[in-house]
């Protein structure tokens, strides 16, 4: 059981190259904290650092409330689960889930207790005797997590576990380690470049990019009120459509004009950070469910309505994804009903926006104008 | 001699009296009272005259230590009685096996360094091989694990913890900071299409091991030969996997001998030849032209195998931001990075280009 805290945290590598700036992050007890990000934005760096696999450049980073940059990294009772969850070929299930005590010249029955405990939590019992080889996929896995679990560690860190697994079993895993997470009410530290794998985990995301972290929050609130265009864009599939817009005020009345199409914002937008910018660009935020092609909504909301060519229908079966393009210039991505959608392709389309659900930004700073 | 000190120290706990080992020339080498050590003990020549193992002076009792046939210590005790007597000899039995095994554990360790290092005939190897119960006629893999010079007697614990139960595996340090594992690999890989996945399972389990205790670790794995005599091209293999790895790839944790790709080829080209394909392919240094962002652009765009959506979604940059700076590359270099050919040109240059600025910084501290 531990809490975590990162205050102004640097690495910079030898040969110039930044790999994380100024981060400060405060994870609770039992935590289960997801960074997620592009690759190369800093994920690993940051969890090596608090394992102790890489020295911090600059900065604080405490376990508990103990300041851990000087402590070495084998007293700092981590325990790491890699990209490949790799065994050894030559042990048995139980050998290689009881090695890291063996080193610990822990006593033998107080190792034979915690394998064993252990691969009850996995339900792999049965396999103890095992050698890797006679194991499916998804078992090895599981003991590969059994030997982290043995450790009893403070903290869990995960770099990319399910990252070389096939689409079924990742499924499988995301479940798996969840269960896991609420069995042994640990803080857990799991890093991913998958925005899927880290909305239907994590509790509380961490979104990177380039080294600083961008925004710290739920799931719902990152999808919901992303601060800065980047979030915006990385949380979602398909991704937001970003449209550039110019913002016009009428007495209190709030409109965004693109192409030809002019859409009124609620009233919650008649505030002085949107007011001040009449006439000015913005760029406008849209998710593809936020527009519509059902016909009794588009007939209703009339000051959100516009017209699109439609390029492509893409239907998955739960939802149906239309490709347009507004104006003969401004491509945009909607996910509509199936069991109403008529769209077909080469039509011209009525559209509709639902504007509790748009996003505005700024053209420069590109941070959200209203929080 | 710090086998026979352990046993000493151990005995210290159990006998009453004082007991210990001199050299053949009476000089105390271990003894449960520690202020003897170092002494000599004038006894010591006639006890070497004697014929007897067993000999005693007033006070002490002696016991000849021999090991193939030659006389290599004297273990001593204080008293002469029959008790004595017993206790002595329980010691000096006990002791001989000790360093009788010590001995051929570090002198199968030498020859197996010896035959790395390739010092040995390779005629004589198989010889040797059975005075250590080797079978040469089995296949081997060499693994080399590089850490700091502070994390290398821990990590060779670690790996000794690993391999130290199977008979088929020899482990031991080449210096400071470099490990290396001897593999015999006859039971645990039983088809070609095996060794891969063996390879990779292996070393990332080292890997994780090694990272769970805290130590950064890079680990080199050399290819595999069919018998004993060839693992020193193993262990070749093995380094040279490590040094080409760490040039090519900036975080590279794990470089496997047969999964080197064009970094094997370029590694063994000429620095001249390199310099002339440079300034070939990027005349007047245009490569200096290309920042940071352009050049992680175009290592996604590779590593994406030129798919330019699949590249943009995971830069997270806009479709036009990925074809501006394409572009860019194209005007600055002449390269235009969607054509295969192109592309492929570029891939090289880059890497040839990463290996002669390898060559700059290591020409001073020339690592083998
Ligand atoms: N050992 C290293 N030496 C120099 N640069 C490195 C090293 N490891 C990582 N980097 C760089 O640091 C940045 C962050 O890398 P990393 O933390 O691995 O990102 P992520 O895990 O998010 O993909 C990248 O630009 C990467 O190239
Ligand atoms: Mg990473």
Not at chain 1, 286 to 301: F, K, L
Not at chain 1, 335 to 344: F, I, K, L
Request: glycine share 6%; net charge negative.
């Amino acid at each position: 059981m531990a809490s975590l805290s990162f205050q102004h945290v640097y690495k910079k590598y030898d040969g110039g190259v930044v790999a994380v700036s100024d981060f400060n992050l405060e994870v609770a007890d039992k935590e289960f904290v997801i960074l997620v990000g592009p690759s190369g934005c800093g994920k690993s760096t940051t969890l090596r650092m608090l394992a102790g696999l890489e020295d911090i450049s600059e900065g604080e980073i405490y376990i508990e409330d103990r300041l851990i940059n000087d402590v070495l990294p084998k007293d700092r009772d981590i325990a790491m689960v890699f990209q490949n969850y790799a065994l050894y070929p030559h042990m048995t299930v139980r050998d290689n889930m009881a090695f890291s005590l063996k080193l610990k010249k822990m006593p033998k029955d107080e190792i034979n207790r915690r394998v064993s405990e252990a691969a009850k939590i996995l339900e792999i019992e049965h396999l103890l005797e095992r050698k890797p080889k006679a194991l499916s996929g998804g078992q090895r896995q599981r003991v590969a997590l059994g030997r982290a679990i043995v450790r009893d560690p403070k903290v869990f860190l995960m770099d990319e576990p399910l990252s070389n697994l096939d689409a079924k079993l990742r499924v499988q895993m995301r479940v798996e380690i969840t269960k896991l997470h609420h069995r042994l009410k640990t803080t857990f530290v799991y890093v991913t470049h998958d925005q899927t794998e880290a909305m239907t985990m994590g509790t509380r995301i961490v979104v990177m990019k380039d080294g600083f972290i961008q925004q710290v929050d739920s799931p719902t609130e990152l999808y919901d009120n992303p601060i800065n265009t980047f979030v915006a864009g990385f949380i979602g599939m398909p991704p937001m459509n970003f449209i550039n817009a110019t913002i016009n005020v009428d007495g209190s009345d709030v409109y965004v004009t693109f192409e030809n199409v002019t859409v009124k914002l609620p009233d919650r937008y008649a505030v002085e950070e949107v007011m001040e910018r009449d006439g000015q660009e913005v760029i406008f935020g849209v998710r593809p469910e936020a527009i519509t092609d059902e016909a009794t909504y588009v007939t209703e909301h009339p000051e959100t309505a516009f017209a699109a060519d439609v390029d492509v229908v893409e239907m998955l079966g739960a939802e149906t994804y239309l490709y347009v393009t507004v104006n003969g210039a401004l491509p945009l991505t909607c996910r509509v009903d199936p069991t109403t959608s008529q769209s077909t392709v080469g039509q011209v389309v009525d559209l509709a926006i639902d504007t509790n659900r748009i996003h505005l930004f700024d053209k420069d700073t590109e941070q959200s104008i209203i929080s | 001699m710090e086998e026979i000190k352990k046993c000493i120290k151990l005995a210290s706990s159990i006998l009453k009296t004082e007991a210990g080992v001199m050299d053949t020339s009476g000089s105390i080498i271990a003894s449960t009272n520690p202020e003897s050590e170092g002494q000599s003990d004038s006894a010591s020549r006639a006890v070497m005259l004697s014929e007897d193992q067993f000999s005693s002076t007033s006070d002490k009792s002696y016991m000849k230590i021999t090991i193939n046939d030659q006389v290599r210590y004297i273990a001593y005790l204080n008293g002469t009685d029959a008790n004595s007597r017993v206790n002595l000899s329980l010691l000096g039995e006990w002791i001989k096996t000790v360093v009788k095994e010590h001995g051929t554990d570090a002198e199968k360790e030498l020859f197996i360094k010896s035959v790395l290092l390739e010092n040995e005939l390779v005629g004589e190897i198989p010889i040797k091989a059975r005075d250590f119960k080797i079978n040469c006629n089995e296949p081997r893999l060499v693994i080399v694990v590089r850490t700091s010079e502070e994390d290398g007697a821990n990590t060779l614990d670690i790996l000794q913890s690993i391999y130290g139960e199977t008979s088929n595996a020899a482990v031991f340090a080449m210096d400071e900071a470099t490990s290396i594992i001897v593999l015999n690999v006859a039971e645990l890989v039983s088809s070609d299409g095996d060794r891969n996945a063996f390879v990779d399972e292996t070393s990332q389990a080292i890997l994780d091991s090694l990272n769970n205790e805290g130590i950064t670790a890079y680990i080199g794995v050399g290819s595999f030969v069919p018998v004993f005599q060839q693992i020193a091209k193993s262990y070749r293999d093995s380094m040279l996997a490590l040094r080409v790895g760490k040039i090519f790839e900036k975080n590279c944790y794990i470089s496997k001998y047969n999964q080197l790709g064009i970094g094997r080829l370029i590694y063994q080209l000429p620095s001249t030849l390199c310099r002339m394909f440079i300034d070939e392919v990027f005349p007047n240094e245009a490569y200096r032209s290309l920042d940071e962002d352009t050049l992680a652009t175009i290592d996604c765009f590779f590593e994406n195998n030129l798919n330019g959506s699949e590249t943009s979604r995971e830069l997270f940059v806009h479709r036009n931001t990925l074809v501006y700076r394409l572009d860019k590359v194209k005007k600055n270099t002449g390269l235009d990075l969607r054509s295969f050919d192109d592309a492929v040109l570029f891939k090289m240059a880059s890497m040839v280009r990463t290996y002669l600025q390898y060559l700059e910084t290591s020409k001073d501290n020339m690592i083998r």
